[in-house]
């Protein structure tokens, strides 16, 4: 395990200019900050590589999650996404354009309808998804699996209050 990395020389710095604040905090949360960053581009990366946008996973994985058909009313894609009906709605269009996902009827309900991901849009989205564990499970090989599966029940831990927001 190193000795110090970026984290630590912030903390040691902030307790010399302010000795009066503890700064534990930082040790856990600077570093979960710095992490979510390398995230973030390796989710960029792996969804650039297949061609779609951050907002555009979320929906086509969704969808992908519900298991064949492939298909959910837009209440319940805006529900898993936690974006609001304007918003769902004009998402909904960009993939029709891109003929990532169809509009029909729902047979159960005359006024409503389902969304449907079409084969290019599962195609994407299952590429998108392998990549992504290749740069996710490269961004954890530091950890052994039991210290992988520790970390995962801290955070889980750390993270159910917030999940009802």
């Known amino acids: 395990m190193p000795a110090h990395d970026e984290v630590?020389?912030?903390?040691?710095?902030?307790?010399r200019?302010?000795?009066?604040?503890?700064?534990?905090?930082?040790?856990?949360?600077?570093?979960?900050?710095?992490?979510?960053?390398h995230l973030d581009r390796a989710r960029k990366t792996a969804f650039s590589d297949s061609e779609l946008e951050l907002w555009e996973f979320d929906v086509l994985s969704a969808l992908r999650r519900a298991g064949a058909p492939y298909?959910?009313?837009?209440?319940?894609?805006?529900?898993?996404?936690?974006?609001?009906?304007?918003?769902?709605?004009?998402?909904?269009?960009?993939?029709?354009?891109?003929?990532?996902?169809?509009?029909?009827h729902d047979p159960r309900d005359g006024r409503g309808v389902l969304v449907q991901m079409t084969a290019l849009g599962r195609e994407r989205v299952d590429a998108a998804i392998t990549a992504l564990m290749v740069s996710e499970r490269q961004l954890l090989e530091a950890l052994s699996p039991a210290e992988q599966e520790r970390l995962?029940?801290?955070l889980r831990k750390l993270s159910l209050d917030f999940d009802d927001d």
């Open 17 to 37: 200019e302010r000795p009066d604040l503890d700064f534990s905090p930082l040790q856990v949360l600077s570093r979960v900050g710095r992490l979510a960053r």
């Open 71 to 104: 298909q959910l009313s837009p209440k319940a894609l805006l529900l898993q996404t936690l974006v609001s009906s304007g918003t769902m709605t004009n998402r909904i269009d960009r993939l029709v354009t891109r003929g990532l996902v169809e509009r029909h």
């Open 152 to 154: 995962a029940g801290l």
């Open 8 to 15: 630590d020389r912030i903390v040691d710095a902030w307790d």
